[in-house]
């Protein structure tokens, strides 16, 4: 479990790489991959100039030991998988 959480967050902050522009309104980003939907309060989410998207969890540390942590981060995950924006990058050939 822990592995599994470790490697959600590592995908959390590596999502929607590449290309960012940065719209008006509620801090809302768009990607090549799509648009990062809403996520709910303490998400954040940050552009990273010409790199993606930035998306943190909680303003303090995170840990698998504080089940609000775990539950917030399914949650985000969830919403992430259902924009399409979970999906392997594929290599071009």
């Given amino acids: 479990m822990r592995a599994s959480l470790m490697l959600l967050c590592l995908t959390l902050v590596v999502t929607g790489c ?9 801090g809302s ?4 991959r799509g648009s990062v939907p809403p996520l709910p309060a303490p998400v954040r989410v ?3 100039e010409a790199l993606g ?6 303003p303090e540390r995170f840990t698998v030991t504080n089940p609000e942590h775990v539950a917030l ?3 985000v995950r969830k ?3 259902h924009a399409g924006l979970l999906q392997p ?3 071009e050939t």
């Fill in 46 to 48: 940050e552009p990273v």
């Fill in 18 to 26: 590449s290309g960012v522009e940065r719209h008006a309104g509620r």
């Fill in 29 to 32: 980003s768009r990607t090549q």
């Fill in 79 to 81: 919403l992430l998988d």
């Fill in 73 to 75: 981060a399914a949650q």
């Fill in 53 to 58: 998207t930035l998306i943190i969890l909680t």
């Fill in 89 to 91: 990058i594929l290599a």
